[in-house]
């Protein structure tokens, strides 16, 4: 399915002000991460013109349209409101003409107005569609926010997981969401994870039911968004698996075609399940820094053996 966000929320989210209140813009589904400056446009080329796409009149638009003789203006906004746009926002404090907004109206296209430079402003919104708009899935799993890496806890149901991230807030770090977090791809390198509007910050714990960890522990303990960077995968201990003791080489798994680096981790009674999670977690932002404790190891016993070796010969 599509995925589509409502232009209500982008004028809410962006604090836009809205020049046609008449129209529903609840209604109005944006589909396209993209948007577009008509300056072709206004000069009659409309050659591979995609109308889905938010449209930015900025200062450098807005003056080359007011120097035209009304009868031409009126010709040039006629075809560009009708063709289709889902809205029209004017950026650098212009605003729009009645003539515009008559023809607005007309098409029911939404005018809005920003305050805020034409080149800021198009890389908050090109983000803000980018994240919103990204191909996304939903998993059963924990988002927590370790030292500032997002740890995806996953595992069977009862395992442990919402455990483990009551835990991890205790010790001060921040969950994003329990049970089901939603996996956005806003890149071909990033994944970033958030909870269900109706979950988020709560957690489930089995014999005691929903709590609300904003309003038990503080706004300091919870967080709206985080990019996914390490996966643990908690399993029941088995005595004939075989278990990665060295970690010379990352595992990982993949989502929406991203791989993330992952780790197994087997639950007996007594282990600490916090205490792992934060040491997975400052263990892989020191290898993101450029340092791997196991090659490390892996170094000096080569470097003692062929210390030996010599002494031998």
Same mark, same amino acid.
């Given at each position: 399915?599509?995925?589509?966000?409502?232009?209500?929320?982008?004028?809410d989210?962006?604090?836009? +002000?809205?020049?046609?209140?008449?129209?529903?813009?609840?209604?109005?589904?944006?589909t /396209?991460?993209d948007?577009?400056?008509?300056?072709?446009?206004?000069?009659?080329? &409309?050659?591979h013109?995609?109308?889905?796409? *938010?449209?930015?009149?900025?200062?450098? !638009?807005?003056?080359?349209?007011?120097?035209m003789?009304?009868?031409?203006r009126d010709?040039?906004?006629? @075809?560009?409101?009708?063709?289709?746009?889902?809205?029209v926002?004017?950026?650098? %404090?212009? +605003?729009?003409? !009645?003539?515009?907004?008559?023809?607005? @109206?007309?098409?029911?296209?939404?005018? %809005?107005?920003?305050?805020?430079?034409?080149?800021?402003?198009?890389?908050?919104?090109?983000?803000?569609?980018?994240?919103?708009?990204?191909?996304?899935?939903?998993?059963?799993?924990?988002?927590?926010? *370790? &030292?500032? +890496?997002? *740890?995806?806890?996953?595992?069977e149901?009862?395992?442990?997981?919402? +455990?483990a991230?009551?835990? %991890?807030? #205790?010790?001060g770090?921040?969950?994003? /969401?329990?049970?089901?977090?939603?996996?956005?791809?806003?890149?071909? *390198?990033?994944?970033?994870?958030?909870?269900?509007?109706l979950?988020?910050?709560?957690?489930?714990?089995?014999g005691?039911g929903?709590i609300?960890?904003?309003?038990?522990y503080?706004?300091?303990h919870?967080?709206?968004?985080?990019?996914?960077?390490?996966?643990?995968?908690?399993?029941?201990?088995s005595?004939?698996?075989? &278990?990665? #003791?060295?970690?010379?080489?990352?595992?990982?798994?993949?989502?929406?075609?991203?791989k993330?680096?992952?780790?197994?981790?087997?639950?007996?009674?007594g282990?600490?399940?916090?205490?792992?999670? !934060?040491?997975?977690?400052?263990n892989?932002?020191?290898?993101?820094?450029?340092?791997?404790?196991?090659?490390?190891? &892996? @170094?000096?016993?080569?470097?003692?053996?062929?210390?030996?070796?010599?002494?031998?010969?």
């Amino acid at each position: 399915m599509k995925t589509v966000v409502s232009l209500q929320k982008l004028a809410d989210s962006l604090k836009l +002000e809205n020049w046609t209140p008449e129209i529903d813009m609840s209604k109005i589904q944006l589909t /396209s991460p993209d948007i577009n400056r008509p300056a072709l446009q206004f000069t009659g080329y &409309y050659e591979h013109f995609v109308a889905e796409r *938010v449209q930015i009149i900025g200062y450098v !638009e807005y003056t080359y349209i007011m120097q035209m003789p009304d009868s031409q203006r009126d010709e040039v906004y006629e @075809r560009f409101i009708s063709s289709g746009i889902p809205c029209v926002i004017f950026t650098t %404090l212009t +605003e729009p003409s !009645e003539d515009m907004l008559r023809l607005a @109206r007309k098409y029911g296209v939404p005018t %809005l107005v920003t305050g805020r430079s034409t080149c800021g402003f198009m890389a908050e919104i090109i983000r803000w569609l980018a994240v919103e708009l990204a191909p996304s899935i939903s998993i059963h799993g924990v988002l927590v926010d *370790v &030292y500032g +890496e997002g *740890v995806l806890i996953m595992g069977e149901s009862g395992i442990g997981k919402s +455990e483990a991230a009551l835990e %991890l807030v #205790r010790r001060g770090h921040r969950l994003v /969401s329990d049970d089901v977090v939603v996996i956005r791809k806003v890149s071909d *390198v990033t994944l970033v994870g958030s909870a269900p509007d109706l979950t988020r910050h709560f957690i489930e714990l089995r014999g005691i039911g929903i709590i609300d960890v904003k309003t038990l522990y503080g706004v300091e303990h919870v967080k709206n968004t985080q990019a996914i960077d390490l996966v643990i995968k908690l399993e029941e201990w088995s005595p004939d698996h075989e &278990y990665d #003791r060295l970690g010379l080489e990352d595992k990982t798994t993949e989502f929406l075609g991203n791989k993330v680096v992952c780790h197994s981790i087997p639950i007996r009674p007594g282990r600490n399940l916090a205490v792992i999670a !934060e040491t997975a977690a400052v263990n892989h932002r020191q290898k993101k820094m450029g340092y791997n404790a196991a090659q490390e190891l &892996y @170094r000096r016993i080569q470097e003692n053996m062929t210390a030996v070796s010599h002494i031998d010969l």
